[in-house]
């Protein structure tokens, strides 16, 4: 089969490689109908993790089962899927409490295996024409419709940024009424946008320097706050201060809420700096967030944070060690979430709110485009919003044409 290989940093190269075949009896083969290009894998494609040449990427797949080993009872041949971006077993302590993403059976080195990504586990990666499934009754999530369908595109986010968005809501804490502040208009950011306003938020802040990402973030109803016109956090309190109504409800003392309630970070390590934007800082997110999240009020970092970064700006960042504005966050009693998102805790319900209309994630896909293209689209996502890649919001592959 033809897959996308890694060859080395910012290097990616179309190549034959051996088809996947069934090495368990709970094993299932796909052909991949759609693959999408992650953040995520832009962090091993610029080498900031121990990804090493060979590697086949892609963990937001979606395709057609064709293959299923003699244990397998619930899913079929010909079966239409979708597959969480977490590899997990189903069984064991971790998965039975809804923790798939760090599943104890998955991934010999620490809890939680994934697709094609470095300390995740054995598994190949999807952007290939097949891909090999493991579990395959647990993992695979079955769709309706046909492959190629108006859904495509929606469903090919059920993977990862649609339910990891949402995730980073439930880490927020956003209920109806909610005051938000997602950092980051990424596919990530901008599916925790879409979810915050999914679960009834009422002001949704979006934080970026992309004006093409913070155009669609606008165009969801959020509002755009690009970072190199000034200081965010200012810009946010700015903008709440003078809104009429919020200023009139406040009772004396109230004005110490002047921040939000809840606060997101869809960008994670490799966060851009200020006001240097070409000095990176790992904690810029972190520390604004801090300053803009109010008393009793609640973080999810959704954004990766790993304990190995090999391009890291310092000796400290190189292993995961960040210093971070623990005083601040302590004395607001602010709850912090971390970690990557459980997709099957919701992949099946958003499924069937984009059936009925309710999401329509696929509108931020900006290129869907052939296998051999990888290598070209790698380098106009890693601009993340800028330059040549400022129009490249999402990227889905298409290996089987
Ligand atoms: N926890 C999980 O399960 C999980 C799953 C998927 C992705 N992720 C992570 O989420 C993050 C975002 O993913 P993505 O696909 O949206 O990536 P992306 O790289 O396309 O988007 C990141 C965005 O953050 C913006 N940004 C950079 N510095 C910023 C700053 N200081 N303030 C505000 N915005 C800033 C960039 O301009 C860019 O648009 C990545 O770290 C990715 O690895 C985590
Ligand atoms: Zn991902
Ligand atoms: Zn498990």
């Given at each position: 089969m033809k897959a996308l290989v890694f060859t080395g940093i910012r290097r990616m190269e179309l190549q034959e490689v051996p088809d996947p075949v069934v090495e368990q009896d709970g094993d299932a083969i796909i052909r991949v109908t759609s693959a999408a290009i992650c953040g995520s894998d832009l962090h091993m494609y610029e080498g900031r993790t121990s990804a090493q040449p060979g590697m086949i990427f892609g963990h937001e797949v979606m395709g057609v089962v064709e293959k299923v080993g003699n244990g397998v009872q619930l899913v079929k041949v010909g079966d239409r899927v979708s597959l969480p971006f977490n590899v997990s077993c189903g069984a064991c302590f971790n998965c039975v409490r809804g923790f798939v993403n760090a599943c104890l059976t998955t991934n010999p080195a620490s809890p939680g295996g994934g697709y094609g990504y470095a300390d995740l586990g054995p598994y190949r990666g999807g952007q290939a024409q097949l891909l090999r499934v493991p579990f395959a009754d647990f993992n695979c999530l079955k769709l309706p419709g046909t492959p190629g369908d108006r859904w495509e595109e929606d469903f090919i986010m059920l993977s990862d940024v649609l339910p990891t968005g949402y995730h980073a809501t439930i880490m927020a804490d956003v209920i109806p009424g909610s005051s938000v502040a997602v950092f980051g208009a990424g596919p990530v950011g901008y599916m925790a946008a879409m979810s915050a306003f999914l679960r009834g938020a009422a002001e949704v802040y979006v934080v970026d320097r992309s004006e093409v990402r913070l155009r669609k973030v606008a165009e969801l109803g959020a509002v755009p706050i690009n970072f190199t016109e000034g200081d965010p956090v200012e810009a946010i309190l700015k903008l709440r201060s003078e809104n009429k109504a919020i200023r009139e409800s406040l009772?004396?003392?109230?004005?110490?809420?002047?921040?939000?309630l809840c606060g997101i970070d869809a960008v994670g390590y490799q966060a851009i700096g200020r006001p240097d934007p070409n000095q990176e800082r790992p904690v810029q997110v972190i520390e604004d967030l801090a300053r803009l999240v109010d008393a009793t009020g609640s973080i999810g970092l959704i954004g990766v944070y790993f304990k190995g970064d090999p391009g890291g700006v310092d000796q400290n960042a190189r292993q995961g060690h960040f210093t971070l504005p623990l005083g601040a966050l302590w004395e607001k009693g602010i709850k912090i979430e971390t970690g990557q998102a459980p997709v099957k805790r919701y992949n099946a319900l958003l499924r069937d709110a984009i059936v009925q209309g309710q999401l329509m994630p696929g509108k931020f896909v900006s290129h869907k485009l052939r296998l051999e293209n990888g290598p070209e689209a790698y380098e106009k996502f890693v601009q993340r919003g800028t330059g040549e890649g400022a129009e490249y919001t999402k990227i889905v592959l298409k290996p089987n044409g």
């Open positions: 009772r004396p003392g109230e004005e110490k809420m002047a921040g939000v």
